[in-house]
């Protein structure tokens, strides 16, 4: 492949801030700010593994649901650079919905019934 098609074809930090500031004049997302978002999260699906292509849809999912409800915390005044928080953010996103799809097997606190056999609600 082409390197510099595929440069060209994914998000660029400027046009990102432009976008993003654009989406916070009009008070939404514009179709331009969700491309790039769609963008960015297959770019960050490409560096993980899933067994099962429904997961990896789920995930995606997670992480545009959480671009859409963070994306106007982003403030163009502290830092010049959103593509680092919305790649924070949709990173986060495939976590959660990893974590949501598959959780985990062992419990993390133990009953303290379990140890000593009493019937109390505290946990070790």
């Given at each position: 492949?082409?390197?510099?098609?595929?440069?060209?074809?994914?998000?660029?930090?400027?046009?990102?801030?432009?976008?993003?500031?654009?989406?916070?004049?009009?008070?939404?997302?514009?179709?331009?700010?969700?491309?790039?978002?769609?963008?960015?999260?297959?770019?960050?699906?490409?560096?993980?593994?899933?067994?099962?292509?429904?997961?990896?849809?789920?995930?995606?999912?997670?992480?545009?649901?959480?671009?859409?409800?963070?994306?106007n915390r982003f403030d163009p005044t502290k830092s010049n650079n959103p593509f680092a928080y919305f790649t924070q953010i949709a990173k986060?996103?495939?976590?959660?919905?990893?974590?949501?799809?598959?959780?985990?097997?062992?419990?993390?606190?133990?009953?303290?019934?379990?140890?000593?056999?009493?019937?109390?609600?505290?946990?070790?």
């Open positions: 492949m082409n390197p510099y098609k595929m440069a060209k074809d994914y998000v660029k930090n400027s046009d990102l801030l432009k976008a993003v500031c654009e989406s916070k004049q009009k008070g939404e997302l514009t179709k331009e700010t969700i491309d790039m978002f769609i963008l960015m999260i297959h770019g960050i699906s490409k560096k993980m593994a899933y067994k099962d292509p429904d997961d990896k849809d789920d995930c995606m999912a997670f992480a545009m649901e959480d671009l859409c409800k963070y994306w986060n996103g495939f976590a959660k919905g990893w974590k949501k799809i598959h959780p985990p097997k062992n419990p993390k606190t133990i009953p303290f019934s379990y140890i000593t056999g009493e019937d109390s609600s505290y946990n070790v």
